[in-house]
């Protein structure tokens, strides 16, 4: 038996890549099969569309996150401990995907409307974080405010230290690929978080 | 006399308008030239290149910001104050410079090396914020931790808010570019940077 992944997901792999590293427009169908090791014609039989291709490589991508985030916005947990599990499943993703700060960098930069799959995982995401902090607000634990801002500025956490790694890296010294800096700095925005909804 | 700009500064701002909405790659010497109505030569004429041009174009944009996070630094004032006033600076900037996240995204998402003029402005505002957080640590008003990635925490709130703008108002509906939600969302912005860093 073959261990080898089929076309159809070896060219999801390789436009995931491509994508990250050159940007939608930057990304041609022509590299990505010959990347592929399957002819020209694959991405039109596989998907329709080097436009639909992209769609599928985000749901790839982001699909697995709004599950995460519903697992743990669910659990039987007092609310700032679902919000901690939240922000390190967001960390522990990225890690799994490295090439979602740059894709999601680039989404956010582009002139074009916003991807279906982006706005159904924040639609599903942000609404289901805002709700954990209404339930905090609710029971006294978590500080008075919009709960959707306060939703958008705990996801900033993992997003910005993600995306700014290279150039944390470079200006500050803090090599996240070193397993070690990696956990301070999820330690560290862990912490950041609590201490910026919890009621004083 | 006249009021239209020179040749030079045409450059830059069409140079900027295109390297945001299509990025480096994607905005070509021909159409900024044709845009900046000037001949083909005047990109090697007054930059030499067009990385050149794109150094320029960073400078011009960020170079402001590390001047600002300087004067709010050495205010004298309490720490937590300072910090507001840089948070508020970034904001500011940001509204009179909107081209700024696309551009600060593109070149974070980039495989390329960090660009010059990001290393000196991160270089220069985040160790000059850190030092406020580290002065407010030593007076007791700002909580223990490691001042570097507190500075990178306060950054990721205007950085983030800004970034996410498109799919923030798709979302959530707030729209910043209505001055009462921009108001709202900087208000929002520096209450969760003071809860965040403030001793309890």
Known sequence: MSTRPDAKQRLLTVARELFARRGYDGASVRDI????KVN???????FGSKAVLYTAVLTELLGPIAARVQAAAQAPRPPLD?????????FEHIRRNPDMPCIMAREMASGRE??????QMMGRALPLLAGVIAEGQSDGSIRPGDPLLLALSTVAQPVYLNLARRAITV??????????TFQRVVEHAVETVRAALETR
Chains 1, 2 share one sequence.
């Not at 020209?40 to 596989?46: F, H, I, K, N």
């Not at 200006?171 to 070690?180: F, I, K, P, T």
């Open 33 to 36: 099969c010959a990347r592929a």
């Open 40 to 46: 020209l014609g694959a991405v039109t039989y596989y």
């Open 82 to 90: 679902r919000i901690e599990t939240i922000v390190r499943e967001f």
């Open 114 to 119: 916003i991807a279906a799959p982006v706005k």
């Open 171 to 180: 200006v500050a010294g803090l090599d996240q690929s070193d397993e070690a």
